[in-house]
């Protein structure tokens, strides 16, 4: 039957005349149908679905099976009211809802009493048994089926884009099945030569962003569930955070003290995960920060790995985004980097969350360089001129400073005063973690461990003649001299 293939064009509402009134014309496209039944046996017509749709035998429903010409013994397994097929209007999806007691089939897999199921494009429906087919969906255009390949477009239903860039783009998907959501993160692979190297999406940097996800497990890194390839694409398939991303929040309205440090303090604990496993991410910004939902108090996660590395000592590329890059990231004389790198990036997302601007300004990105390189800032906001900013200048102006061995380490920065002594703070955030299933979350900042439990990378500590001084001049940070260095620091990843 032809309208196997496609929907006739009877479905098309007619062309309207001007005579038709706004409400009449908003009418008209709510009549159009969003999708069509197309029968499989006798007893049933095939349906265009314009509204909700309740199958079933009870005399309430929109569809009533018949007993002429029902297929011998079908009638009986039919529930009073068996299924009801309804499109989602805020996410544009058919679901398909079993309140049966003998079953509701999509491709010969049962959806079960009381759950859903996404309807795609020429699904088939059954009854009773899940030979029972008597009904095939046509979908009206509501999916977009060229983000992903057949085989998880089977599994994954296409929501919205979240993000598209030169070389990819982001989808919120929903699992059919489960109905979780998902982002599904699209690379288009470049040409696999060497002069391609320095491309986000060369296979190198694809293969390195893979390895380092695939070796992460924490509640503040973002998780990867699977991975996909089909010829120069490949799909990532990553938890899905619905507050979106710090930057957004930060613009929104300016934040409280308070809650900047709710944040910072698990962008810090994320940091020393990664750099327990001798991973620099490299690119630390607000847009790579994602938060799980709209909570003020609520849970983050770091993600972008497409430019981190594993380092064992010292990396040589440069990259990351200027506004947040250390000054040893962006100087073309300085060859190596280490982890302090990413300590640098902490202060400038600190400096940042708290005012709503940048530490480091310029007209251009060679003025903006310079500054950096400079270490050129100030606190010139009325925000900063509160008392209680005070402590936070200090350590800000223990963190962004020029010379990585003088820069605070992550304990330095966890045993200054702002955060010491909030406890507060500390056992919010270790009651959020502490309910994604991390026991005990601030022994990772501890500097005596059981041995027996952890396993160590060692990082040496110095301590520079920083000044703490909280004038409102713009501060010249210079490479100050080391006054000792303390015990090896051992950053922590707790053995499962």
């Known amino acids: ?16 005349n ?27 017509h095939s349906i265009d679905l314009i509204q909700s749709v309740t199958f079933g035998r009870g005399s309430a429903c929109d569809v009533i099976v018949p007993a002429k010409d029902c297929p011998p013994g079908l009638l009986p397994n039919i529930s009073k009211k068996h299924f009801t097929i309804e499109r989602n209007l805020k996410d544009n999806l058919v679901y398909v809802t079993d309140f049966s007691k003998n079953g509701t089939y999509i491709n010969g897999e049962i959806i079960g009493t009381n759950k859903k199921k996404i309807l795609i494009d020429k ?5 009773s048994t899940p030979h029972q087919i008597i009904y095939k969906f046509l979908s009206h255009g509501n999916e977009k089926p060229d983000f992903l390949p057949s085989d998880l477009l089977s599994k994954y239903a296409n929501v919205r884009r979240l993000g598209r860039g030169s070389c990819g783009e982001v989808m919120l998907v929903k699992d059919r099945s489960t109905l979780k959501e998902y982002a599904i993160k699209k690379i288009i692979l470049c040409d696999n030569n060497s002069s391609q190297m320095y491309k986000i999406n060369h296979p190198s940097k694809v293969d390195n962003e893979v390895t380092i996800l695939g070796n992460l497990d924490h509640p503040l890194i973002i998780g990867m569930l699977d991975i996909h390839s089909v010829d120069k694409e490949v799909y990532l398939i990553l938890e899905y955070m619905a507050g979106g991303e710090l930057t957004s929040r930060i613009h929104r309205s300016p934040m409280s003290l308070d809650t900047a440090k709710f944040y910072f303090v698990q962008i810090l604990l994320a940091t020393n995960y990664l750099h327990s496993l001798n991973v620099i991410h490299r690119d630390l910004k607000p847009e790579n920060i994602l938060l799980l939902d709209e909570r003020e108090e609520t849970l983050l996660k770091i993600t972008d790995f497409g430019l981190s590395k594993f380092a064992e000592g010292s990396v040589m590329t440069k990259c990351g985004t200027y506004r947040f890059a250390a000054p040893e990231v962006i100087n073309p004389k300085q060859r190596k980097y280490s982890k302090e790198a990413d300590i640098w990036s902490l202060g400038v997302i600190l400096y940042f969350m708290i005012s709503q601007d940048f530490p480091f300004q310029g007209k251009n990105e060679s003025e903006l360089t310079k500054n950096i390189l400079k270490g050129n800032y100030g606190f010139h906001r009325p925000i900063w001129q509160d008392e209680d900013m005070v402590p936070v200048k200090d350590l800000l102006t ?7 061995k003088n820069r605070f380490g992550i304990s330095q920065i966890v045993d200054h005063d702002w955060i010491k002594y909030d406890h507060g703070v500390k056992h919010r955030v270790s009651q959020l973690l502490e309910q994604q299933g991390l026991e005990n979350p601030m022994a990772a900042f501890s500097l005596e461990p059981e041995p027996k439990k952890f396993r160590f990378s060692n990082s040496q500590i110095v301590r520079s003649h920083s000044s703490s001084d909280d004038s409102d001049h713009d501060h010249t940070l210079t490479n100050s001299s080391e006054l000792s260095c303390t015990p090896t620091l051992c950053f922590l990843e707790q053995v499962q």
């Open 1 to 16: 039957m032809s309208e196997d293939d496609e929907l006739p064009n009877t479905l098309t509402p007619p062309t309207q």
């Open 18 to 44: 001007s005579s038709h009134s706004q409400q009449d014309n908003v009418n008209l496209v709510n009549e159009i149908p969003w999708g069509r039944l197309i029968t499989c046996i006798k007893c049933l």
């Open 123 to 127: 699904d088939e429906i059954a009854v």
């Open 398 to 404: 223990k963190i962004l400073v020029l010379n990585p």
